[in-house]
Structures are given as C-alpha cells and as structure tokens.
T-cell receptor, first 114, second 112 residues
Framework: DTAVSQTPKYLVTQMGNDKSIKCEQN?????MYWYKQDSKKFLKIMFS???????INETVPNRFSPKSPDKAHLNLHINSLELGDSAVYFC?????????????FGPGTRLTVT | GENVEQHPSTLSVQEGDSAVIKCTYS??????FPWYKQELGKRPQLIID?????GEKKDQRIAVTLNKTAKHFSLHITETQPEDSAVYFC???????????FGGGTRLMVKP
C-alpha cells in the first residue's frame, strides 16, 4: 500500500550515460513533482505536472526531461549525465483540488555519477 | 522569485528543552508555509503547516507562528525528545502549495 514509490532506490552510473527514474503514486493525486536534494541537503523543485500537463519547469538543464504518461506516473529521464547530477531525487504528489496542500514524498533515488 | 532563508543551520538541545527554528521569505504574495521533517536517509514528511490568514497554529508539542508584516515564520517544538532529531525544512508558496521554495534546513539534535 505504498503511497509514492520510486525506482530504482540507488543508481550508480558513469558520466555521459542516459538514465531514467520512475515514480508512481496510488493516492489519486492530480499533481506530481520532481525535487533534487544535493549533498548539502538543499531541496529544490525541478518540475511540476498537473493532470499530465507541465506547469512548473524551474531552471533545469534540458538534459532533464520529465514524462507523465498518466496522472499516477511521472518519470524523469536524464541524458548525458554529469558529475554535478549526483544527488538524491525525490518524487512527490499532491491533490491540488482538495484544499490540502500537503505534498507526499517518495523514498528518493540516490544517483551517483562517476 | 521567492527566497526562503532558515536559521539556525544546526541546533543542539537537551531532551525536554524547547527548540525554535526561524524562517524569512521574500515574496509578500506567499500564502502557504509548511514545515517538513526529514530523518536520516528518509523522505521529507509534513509535520505542520500554516496559511496566511492565520497567525498561529498548534499541534501537540509543535507550533508555528507567522508574522506577515515582517515576512517571517517560526517552528516551536516543546518538550523535545530524542526522536525529534532530524533535519527540519521550512517552505513558502504563493501558488496553492504547488510551487514550494524550501529553506536550507536545520539539523536538530536532541541529546538524551
């Protein structure tokens, strides 16, 4: 009965590779997000999707491309990985129409680029 | 865009003491202010939030106060316990909680 799940939990890869992280939520939420948490624990939003439509795209290199096949899924594809992409990536979701603004986070994916 | 500053970056207290974490924000249009707790290696989880039409909110040992004029808000934890040890993040949003800008985090250590 996991609410927000991400795969994989750990991802170790070399510079220049392309990788994807998957996120799924079973809460019936209509909005999903991707956050990056760097080594200093700073949390920064990358993307936000509402009903499969991109609504927030912060200053993120275009090597990062989110894809939302349906409201329950938001995947993150990263091309040409760089050392600075090493971080923990969190997916989150919320129900924008509910009046409760709480965002539920997934367990995170620790990406290490060598 | 919004900028949220959080202080202190680390806070060490004795079990049973109170802890206070403060945040300031820059965008006067911000109207939603949540606090998230992140234990080591875990996901951030909402512990309390406040909206701009309220000055204070309390939930058992946790309270949050908001001063819209000064654009700052604070988290108060009373009777701290070792399990309160974690990193706490404040955040602000002017878009129904959709676009959250987080502060830099406060590592709270509660010594038994």
């Amino acid at each position: 009965d996991t609410a927000v799940s991400q795969t994989p939990k750990y991802l170790v890869t070399q510079m220049g590779n392309d990788k994807s992280i998957k996120c799924e939520q079973n809460l019936g939420h209509d909005t999903m997000y991707w956050y990056k948490q760097d080594s200093k624990k700073f949390l920064k939003i990358m993307f936000s999707y509402n009903n499969k439509e991109l609504i927030i795209n912060e200053t993120v290199p275009n090597r990062f491309s989110p894809k939302s096949p349906d409201k329950a899924h938001l995947n993150l594809h990263i091309n040409s990985l760089e050392l600075g992409d090493s971080a923990v990536y969190f997916c989150a979701s919320s129900l924008w129409t509910s009046g409760s603004y709480e965002q539920y986070f997934g367990p995170g994916t620790r990406l290490t680029v060598t | 865009g919004e900028n949220v500053e959080q202080h202190p970056s680390t806070l060490s207290v004795q079990e049973g003491d109170s802890a206070v974490i403060k945040c300031t924000y820059s965008d006067s249009a911000s109207n939603y202010f949540p606090w998230y707790k992140q234990e080591l290696g875990k996901r951030p989880q909402l512990i309390i939030d406040i909206r701009s039409n309220v000055g204070e909110k309390k939930d058992q040992r946790i309270a949050v106060t908001l001063n819209k004029t000064a654009k700052h808000f604070s988290l108060h934890i009373t009777e701290t316990q070792p399990e309160d040890s974690a990193v706490y993040f404040c955040a602000a949003s002017n878009n129904a909680g959709n676009m959250l800008t987080f502060g830099g985090g406060t590592r709270l250590m509660v010594k038994p």
